[in-house]
C-alpha cells in the first residue's frame, strides 16, 4: 500500500498505552492510614491539674514552708539539709496538722529533673497540701563576685 507521495504504509494495530495499576499503592496507602490510627489511639496523655485562686484571695500571713529539689534529685528543706522522701512527707503531715491551710513553696534548681519535681509535688499531695507553689531560682550573672558586686 503506497499514499499519494509514494510512501509505505504498514496495515498495524494501534498500540495500547500500557496503564500503572494503583490498586496496589491505595491498598497500601490504607494500610499505613490505619496503622498511624491505631498506633496513635494509645499515646498515653498526662496532666497536672490546676486550680488557680481568683485574684481578691487573701493568703495568710505565715511565711510558706520552702522545700528544695536539688540538681541530682535530692530534697532539702530551706537551710539545705538533704531531706528522704518520708521525712519530707512527715514533715509535711506536721505543718498541715499545725494549719491544714499551711502553703508550700517547691524550689527547684534549673538542672534538677522534673521527674524529681514531681514526686515531691505528689509527697506533699499525699500528706494533704493543696497549696502549693513551684519556682526555680534566679541565675546567677558570670560577671557577679563572690559578694554580689561587680567587679
Do not use: C
Request: hydrophobic residues 40%; charged residues 20%.
Amino acid at each position: 500500500m503506497n499514499d499519494q507521495d509514494g510512501n509505505l504504509q504498514f496495515a498495524g494495530r494501534s498500540r495500547e498505552r500500557p496503564g500503572v495499576n494503583i490498586a496496589p499503592l491505595i491498598d497500601i496507602v490504607f494500610l499505613l492510614l490505619v496503622f498511624f490510627m491505631l498506633t496513635t489511639s494509645f499515646l498515653e496523655r498526662q496532666a497536672v491539674m490546676l486550680s488557680l485562686p481568683p485574684l481578691n484571695t487573701t493568703t495568710s500571713d505565715q511565711k510558706p514552708v520552702i522545700f528544695r529539689v536539688f540538681a541530682d534529685g535530692r530534697f532539702g528543706d530551706a537551710d539545705h539539709v538533704i531531706l528522704s522522701p518520708t521525712q519530707l512527707g512527715l514533715m509535711a503531715v506536721k505543718e498541715l496538722e499545725a494549719d491544714p491551710q499551711r502553703r508550700f513553696h517547691i524550689a527547684s534548681d534549673r538542672q534538677a529533673p522534673v521527674q524529681a519535681t514531681l514526686e515531691a509535688m505528689d509527697i506533699l499531695r499525699g500528706a494533704g497540701a493543696k497549696n502549693m507553689r513551684f519556682s526555680t531560682p534566679p541565675e546567677r550573672s558570670e560577671n557577679l563576685s563572690p559578694t554580689g558586686t561587680q567587679p
